[in-house]
């Protein structure tokens, strides 16, 4: 297993544009985060799958934003109409957990967005 | 939601010196979790606390839980220009399933 693989590591796109990043977890975790990193600051959660259902969105995610873990393996993380506000590096993280065992992360290396 | 910060924001020290990194809440996390990334990659997990008090060590890392499970420590001993990196903590609560990331410490190590 080469960990948690996310594609592309970096995006340029214009106001407006829609973009798409793909995040594929380790094999064996059933749960995949995505989170949001703007520079100075610690990761910002903006939802979490177990499996293929989105359990939870952070109340910070507007609605351009929208994820999907169709089969409970690879997740995608779609911004429609983006802003320059969304600049930011967009990390995904897996692990296994169960009820409220929840054991750490293992982070990919990023998708960095630059919204111009 | 809980709120991590952790102290100091930033850190340059000499190599060979000590140093001691902290994280603080007023919520009660079920556990802390420290991770260090480094530029243009994402975090990697360093350990995971649960106990009230509990210490852990790894190499020369030193991690401890607060008695009340509110606050952790990092210390570094004889630091190293490869310890340079952006220390995160994160906790969870006993009710979310995601853990709430601190802002980090930005730690230099100058050869």
């Known amino acids: 297993d080469t960990g948690v693989s996310q594609d592309p590591r970096h995006k340029i796109t214009k106001r407006g544009q829609n973009v798409t990043f793909r995040c594929d977890p380790i094999s064996e975790h059933n749960r995949l985060y995505w989170y949001r990193q703007t520079l100075g600051q610690g990761p910002e959660f903006l939802t979490y799958f177990q499996n293929e259902a989105q359990l939870e969105k952070s109340r910070l995610l507007s609605d351009r934003f929208s994820a999907e873990r169709p089969k409970g393996s690879f997740s995608t993380l779609e911004i429609q109409r983006t802003e320059q506000g969304d600049s930011a590096m967009y990390l995904c993280?897996?692990?296994w957990g169960a009820g409220t065992d929840n054991y750490g992360y293992t982070f990919g290396s990023g998708t960095r967005l630059t919204v111009v | 939601t809980q709120l991590l910060e952790q102290s100091p924001q930033f850190l340059s020290i000499q190599e060979g010196e000590n140093l001691t990194v902290y994280c603080n809440s007023s919520?009660?996390?079920?556990?802390l979790q420290w991770y260090r990334q480094e530029p243009g990659e994402g975090p990697v997990l360093l350990v995971t606390?649960?106990?009230?008090?509990e210490v852990k060590k790894l190499k020369r890392l030193t991690f401890q839980f607060g008695d009340a499970r509110k606050d952790s420590s990092l210390h570094i001993t004889a630091a190293q220009p490869g310890d340079t990196g952006l220390y995160l903590c994160?906790?969870?609560?006993?009710?979310?399933?995601?853990?709430?990331f601190g802002p980090g410490t930005r730690l230099s190590v100058l050869p």
């Open positions: 606390v649960v106990t009230g008090g």
């Open positions: 994160a906790g969870r609560d006993n009710y979310g399933q995601n853990f709430v």
């Open positions: 993280a897996s692990s």
């Open positions: 919520s009660v996390f079920s556990s």
